[in-house]
């Protein structure tokens, strides 16, 4: 793999280039290599989910001055959750720098957003040991910049599937999604789905997996609402 790479993409310059490449190393791995060693990055994962939950606390904290704790905690958790990380992680191409086995990444490792997701915190608790909480801090707010005006505006997870559902529903409509191709090998595939009402294309989407294809699908067809007359 080749880290220097990821290390620019990072925006920080690691002291130690092991600890990088601990954050960047998949427990299925290790166990195709035999090692007695813990090298995977489930121990900085635990440390980086740590701090990037008292980075995000601390900006929110700041920035939300008169809002009360339960506001808070709501829009930390959308902050703070797998489909952030994962979609930082992707626009990132993390997939491609972390080590796995290859079974795991036949089976679409690669891009499965729960592995994309722990390696992303794994950085971040590397970052803090090589750097400092200062550093962690810097990578976190300036890559999770969009993420957290997306979270403060009420624009980040919103769930479109739901609410085309709701909008044709009202018109006694129905929907179905289809997959329409797909495109790479199978650790590195690219879907292509088409959202369906009453038998005429109301949306199309891609993803590295069906589901974000589908979302994708969806978030296009509220987009074009008011010319569907949905």
């Known amino acids: 793999m080749n880290n220097p790479e990821f290390e620019k993409i ?26 007695n060693d813990i090298l995977n990055n489930e121990r ?5 989910d740590a701090f990037f939950d008292a980075i995000v606390s601390e ?32 626009s990132l191409n993390v997939g491609k720098y972390i080590n796995m086995g290859k079974g795991e990444e036949m089976s679409g490792g690669r891009s499965r957003e729960s592995i994309i997701a722990d390696a ?8 803090f040991l090589d750097g400092g909480y200062d550093a962690a801090k810097r990578f976190v707010l300036s890559k999770f910049g969009t993420i957290f005006d997306d979270a403060l505006s009420g ?7 739901s609410e085309i559902q709701e909008k044709v529903q ?13 495109e790479g090998p199978d650790h590195d595939k690219t879907f292509f789905v088409e959202l369906v009402c009453d038998k005429t294309v109301i949306g199309k989407g891609q993803g590295k997996s069906k589901k974000e294809a589908e979302r994708n699908a969806a978030k296009q067809a509220l987009e074009r609402g008011e010319d569907l007359a949905l």
């Open 44 to 48: 900085l994962e635990f440390l980086g």
């Open 170 to 182: 009202i018109h006694g409509k129905s929907l179905q999604y289809n997959l329409v191709d797909q």
């Open 10 to 35: 990072s925006g920080h310059k690691f002291k130690d280039a092991a600890l990088l490449n601990k954050a960047l190393t998949h427990s299925s791995y290790i166990k195709v290599s035999k090692s």
């Open 155 to 161: 624009r980040l997870h919103i769930d479109y599937k």
């Open 59 to 90: 900006e929110l904290y700041k920035r939300l001055e008169n809002v009360e704790e339960g506001v808070l905690t709501k829009i930390r958790a959308k902050i703070v959750c797998e489909r952030s990380l994962a979609s930082l992680g992707m």
């Open 120 to 127: 992303v915190e794994a950085v971040i608790g590397a970052i």
